[in-house]
């Protein structure tokens, strides 16, 4: 299916039976939902896509198939179920799971798992940023702890979550060290405020950080790339640092040797997720409104790099993994 067979009055949905390649990705249209009591049904304007959207397509993280997929959206209310009274038709609305199904036209959601649009975030910037400016917060300011003048080294910068990431600590007052893969890349890091970058496809990642800090080492290190960067980060710690593994783009890490922690400096490792700190309602209230507080002042920009079809995921989700893209990406509807 391309993009201008979306029927009007109609949704169109991704799907997946097997796991794969983008290939996998199917197309169903049918009715618009009808939302069961505590839901309303969105129409969706944008799209977010996240890595963890491979990881999903390609059972890194099992699903019972079929499937849909995607994470995050933002969109306006069109129906509202019963014993609804939060929301109402007509609102601006955007969310960030947990469950999946967000490559869609329209989408029926519970409403405890909206959050209402402020009038200065647009659905595009929403739907580009959610997911990634509340995994940025949580690990910012409430995993990793980070205060000003803590020098934070974060890998794959010039991504969505790592632009949001190096933006967000340069505001609170941190250093930023940013590992990209090509010149273009170091360029756009550097305009997001990163104080050094190191070319990883050129130079030894631990050494140039040692280097930057005469031989110190860093208090934490960001790494949502996993299995290809995961002792070149413990190799960049201070002692007692704290590596914050919170992605797989290179795949899971794997055999790791406790005792290599103690060798290294007595260092901390942890493995965390977004929806263990957005459980209850009050981590939700408290990150979600720091979120909107950052995006909304201008402190965090959100950089687009590039847009897509909706039912052009499947070439969106070839790119995303040849890393030929930057900033966040959105499917338009």
Not at 89 to 100: F, H, N, Q, S
Not at 138 to 160: I, Q
Not at 217 to 239: C, I, R
């Amino acid at each position: 299916m391309t993009s201008d067979s979306i029927q009007a009055g109609a949704c169109t949905r991704a799907q997946i039976s097997r796991h794969g390649g983008p290939e996998v990705i199917e197309w169903v249209t049918g009715e618009i939902p009808v939302p069961a009591a505590g839901q309303v049904v969105i129409e969706h304007s944008a799209v977010g896509l996240n890595f963890i959207d491979t990881y999903h397509r390609t059972g890194l993280y099992p699903l019972e198939l079929p499937s849909g997929l995607g994470l995050e959206a933002a969109g306006r209310v069109t129906a509202i179920g019963e014993n609804v009274t939060t929301l109402k038709v007509g609102d601006r609305v955007a969310y960030m799971g947990p469950g999946l199904g967000a490559y869609a036209t329209h989408r029926a959601m519970p409403a405890a798992a909206l959050f209402r649009l402020p009038n200065n975030i647009s659905d595009q910037i929403a739907a580009a940023s959610t997911l990634k400016a509340a995994t940025v917060e949580f690990l910012v300011e409430r995993c990793a702890n980070v205060s000003a003048g803590d020098t934070v080294l974060v890998h794959a910068a010039a991504g969505g979550v790592g632009l949001i990431l190096v933006q967000w600590l340069k505001a609170i007052g941190a250093h930023v060290i940013g590992t990209v893969s090509s010149e273009a890349k170091a360029d756009i890091v550097m305009q997001a405020g990163c104080d050094h970058v190191i070319r990883y496809d050129q130079h030894d990642v631990a050494a140039g950080v040692r280097e930057l800090t005469d031989g110190a080492g860093v208090p934490v290190v960001l790494d949502g790339v996993g299995k290809d960067t995961f002792k070149a980060s413990l190799d960049s710690l201070a002692p007692r640092g704290l590596l914050v593994s919170f992605g797989n783009a290179s795949g899971p890490v794997e055999g790791v040797n406790l005792g290599v922690l103690a060798q290294k400096g007595s260092l901390f490792v942890t493995r965390p997720t977004l929806f263990d700190y957005y459980a209850s309602d009050a981590d939700r209230e408290r990150g979600i409104s720091r979120v909107w507080e950052m995006l909304g002042s201008g402190k965090v920009e959100v950089a687009i790099g590039q847009t897509y079809p909706l039912t052009d995921a499947a070439q969106a989700h070839a790119d995303l993994e040849a890393r030929k893209t930057t900033g966040s990406t959105l499917l338009l509807p």
